[in-house]
C-alpha cells in the first residue's frame, strides 16, 4: 500500500521537452515509474526517446490522457505558465497533480486552487476530483513503485514510514536517515503560503493505510500548518508520529528564503510549533538525525 501514488500510477509530464522535464523525466523512468508521455502544444505529434524508451508528446492533458490512461501529471512548466498549465490538468480531470515548478506568483496558486475546488469539479465525496501536490515542492515517492517528481529513488526503499515535509532537502535527509527501514510513501508538500495538499491531507492518509505504522512530519517556521496539524493529529491520528521544525536558530525579525516562512509575533516560530506538537503527543527533534533515531526508538 500507499498514499496517493502506487505502482498502477500512468504519468505524464507537462514540459517534458524542456531541460528539467527531460532530466527527471529520465529519473522517473530509471525508478521504474510508469512515465507514458508529455505534454507540450509546440510540439504534438512529436515522440523523445529516454533511455531506449520511446514517449509521444502531445498537444492537450486531455489528448494525453485520452491516448495513454494517464491518471497523474507532473509540471515542469516555468512560473509565468504555469497556472495555465494546471488549470489545463485539472480541466482534463487528471487524478493526482505535482507541480514541481518554483516560483509561481501567490496571486496564481490562490487563483488555482480556487479554480480546483470548485464544486462541479467535486467528487461525489465532495473532495475535489483533482489532488494537487506543491507547488514549489520536490513531488512524492512510493519507494519501489513510483515516483512523480524529483526525489532521489535510490536513498530509500519499501518500509512502513509515512513522510510529509514542507522542505525538499529535509525530505530527501529524513529518507537517506531512514533508508534501510524504508517508506510507504514520502510527500513533498512544499513550503508556499497556499499548496494544494497539507500536512493534514497526508496525515489522514497515512493513517488510513495499513502499511504505514508511524509517521514522520517535518515543518518550517513560518505559518500555522503546523499548529493546526497538531490539533488534527491529537483528535484524528492513532499512530505514533515523530516530528521536527526547521528554523529554530532563524534570526528573530529577518525574513527568511521560503515563500511561506512568515513569522508574526510568536506565531510561526519554531518554539511555537515544537510546543503545539509536543502538546499533541508528537515527539520532536531537535536535529532531522535526532528526529530519525526517535522514529527508530518508536518502531523498537
Known amino acids: 500500500m500507499s498514499i496517493f501514488l502506487n505502482a498502477a500510477s500512468r504519468v505524464i509530464v507537462q514540459g517534458m521537452t524542456g531541460g528539467e522535464g527531460m532530466k527527471h523525466t529520465q529519473r522517473m523512468l530509471a525508478s521504474g515509474t510508469a512515465v507514458v508521455g508529455g505534454v507540450n502544444p509546440r510540439k504534438a505529434g512529436q515522440s523523445v526517446v529516454i533511455d531506449g524508451v520511446r514517449l509521444p508528446v502531445f498537444g492537450t492533458v486531455a489528448d494525453a490522457m485520452a491516448a495513454t490512461g494517464a491518471d497523474t501529471s507532473v509540471v515542469f512548466v516555468p512560473p509565468p505558465l504555469a497556472k495555465a498549465a494546471a488549470i489545463e490538468a485539472v480541466d482534463a480531470g487528471i487524478g493526482l497533480l505535482v507541480i514541481i515548478t518554483e516560483g ?6 490562490a487563483q488555482l486552487w480556487a479554480y480546483a475546488t470548485r464544486p462541479d469539479f467535486a467528487g461525489a465525496d465532495g473532495t475535489p476530483r483533482t489532488r494537487i501536490i506543491g507547488p514549489n515542492c520536490p513531488g512524492l515517492i512510493s519507494p519501489g513503485a513510483s515516483l512523480a517528481g524529483i526525489i532521489p529513488a535510490s536513498i530509500a526503499g519499501s518500509g512502513p514510514i509515512g513522510l510529509v515535509s514542507k522542505s525538499g532537502t529535509l ?25 494544494g495538499t497539507t500536512h493534514i491531507d497526508c496525515l489522514a492518509a497515512f493513517e488510513a493505510d495499513p502499511q504505514t505504522t508511524a509517521i514522520v512530519m517535518i515543518g518550517e517556521i513560518g505559518g500555522d500548518a503546523e499548529e493546526r496539524a497538531a490539533a488534527y493529529i491529537a483528535a484524528n491520528i492513532t499512530k505514533p508520529v515523530v516530528g521536527y521544525v526547521a528554523g529554530f ?4 525579525g529577518k525574513t527568511m528564503g521560503h515563500a511561506g516562512a512568515i513569522v508574526s509575533g510568536s506565531s510561526g516560530t519554531a518554539a511555537a510549533k515544537k510546543e503545539a506538537l509536543e502538546a499533541a503527543g508528537v515527539t520532536v527533534g531537535k536535529t532531522p538525525s535526532e528526529t530519525a533515531s526517535l522514529l527508530r526508538g518508536l518502531l523498537g
Not at 536558530?249 to 528573530?252: C, L, R, V
Request: proline residues 9%.
Open 171 to 195: 525530505t530527501y535527509q529524513m529518507m537517506y536517515e531512514l533508508g534501510d527501514i524504508g517508506f510507504s510513501t514520502a510527500v513533498g508538500i512544499g513550503g508556499d503560503p497556499i499548496v
Open 104 to 109: 509561481i506568483p501567490v496571486q496564481d496558486a
Open 249 to 252: 536558530m532563524a534570526p528573530e
